[in-house]
Every structure is written in structure tokens, then in C-alpha cells.
């Protein structure tokens, strides 16, 4: 069995998506590009971005509304391969209890499979033998603790020199060859 890191936001989660359709609803002023998921330069200052996501979190909306599509066949994948899943996210809005909170009704509400949750920005400290992230920061975090980790690719992380997949499929392909590589040396 396989302990397999999963991001959240922007890997199975549409947070820029979800972000801008509620700043667009409520009449939030954004003068940037939300899809180079880059808020402070030149967008939001770090405070008014906390302070948005914050608000969206006690609307009920942010972590609340919306899957990628493909997110569920992924994660019954994983876990009809017998994995492990850890989803390991830096949701920390409101407070780490209000976004533990929401993020557990969501991957209830989708019926999302996994086996923890951990809510962290230091994702090195889950101990997995692969990962998924979007954030190749993240991504090099995991890798110097010992994980395989990957990118999936976005056009905000194309400058990354790390490992990369273009879809959350290549990924679970990559994880069913590290099973029966695993499985021919046991």
C-alpha cells in the first residue's frame, strides 16, 4: 500500500475559480488575474486577501461550492488501487478550525474518499511515499522529506523545473506503476 499526498486547492479543488465567481458576485474589486494564482503582485495585499477568503469561507461558499470534474474518479481510483490517502491542504481562513470544519462537510458533501486530513503550510512534515501539488514549493518541501512529489501543471507553475503531470489521470497512472514496481520486488 501506498501513502499518497493529495492537494486540495487547484489540484481537485477549484479555489481560483470559485474565488473570482464570488468576488464577481458580491462586487469585490480585483484588478488582476486570478488564473496566474498570484493575489499580492500587483493584486490584493496579503491582509485583504485573508480578509476575502475569510469572508467567502463564513458565506458559505469557499471550500464549500465546486469540484473539478475529474477529482472523484481520481480519488476512488487511488483508493481502489489501495492507497492511502492523505490529503494534506494550507487552508487556514478564519481560523484552521472554521476551514477544517467546511473542508470536512465538503469532502463529505462530494463523498470524496481519503484517510486524513491535515491542515498545514509545512507539507514536508506528512510523512508519504508520493504526492500531488500544485505549488512546486510545496512540491520541493515534500521532495527534500523523503517524497516523490509532482506538479500538476498550470499555467501559473510552467517555470518549475520539478516533475510534472499534466492531469490528475497521468498522475494515478504513475502511481499505479510505482504499485506493481513495488509488488515485482516484494
Known amino acids: 500500500m501506498l501513502d499518497v499526498i493529495v492537494d486540495l486547492d487547484q489540484t481537485i479543488y477549484p479555489f481560483v475559480n470559485v474565488l473570482e465567481a464570488y468576488c464577481i458576485e458580491r ?23 485573508v480578509d ?24 476512488n481510483n487511488l483508493k481502489s488501487m489501495g492507497c492511502k490517502i492523505h490529503i494534506v491542504t494550507h487552508r ?3 481560523s484552521t478550525q472554521v476551514s477544517k470544519l ?38 520541493q518541501d515534500m521532495i527534500n522529506a523523503g517524497t516523490d512529489a509532482w506538479v500538476l501543471a498550470h ?11 499534466e492531469s490528475l489521470q497521468g498522475f494515478a497512472n504513475i502511481v499505479e506503476l510505482q504499485i506493481i514496481a513495488k509488488n515485482l520486488v516484494a
Not at 462586487?27 to 499580492?40: E, L, P, Q, R, V
Not at 476575502?52 to 463564513?58: E, G, L, Q, Y
Request: negative net charge; aromatic residues 16%; proline residues 5%.
Open 92 to 94: 487556514e481562513f478564519v
Open 27 to 49: 462586487h469585490i474589486n480585483y484588478d488582476f488575474d486570478m488564473t496566474k494564482y498570484d493575489f499580492f503582485s500587483p493584486g490584493w495585499s496579503r491582509r485583504r486577501f
Open 102 to 139: 467546511a473542508t470536512l462537510n465538503w469532502l463529505s458533501d462530494y463523498e470524496i474518499p481519503y484517510d486524513s486530513l491535515v491542515l498545514t503550510g509545512d507539507k514536508g512534515s506528512v510523512k508519504a511515499d508520493m504526492a500531488i501539488d500544485d505549488n512546486p514549493k510545496y512540491c
Open 52 to 75: 476575502v477568503c475569510s469572508k467567502a469561507v463564513k458565506d458559505g461558499v469557499l471550500y464549500q461550492e465546486g469540484i473539478y470534474p475529474e477529482s472523484l474518479d481520481f480519488m
Open 155 to 165: 499555467p501559473y507553475n510552467t517555470e518549475s523545473k520539478l516533475n510534472k503531470v
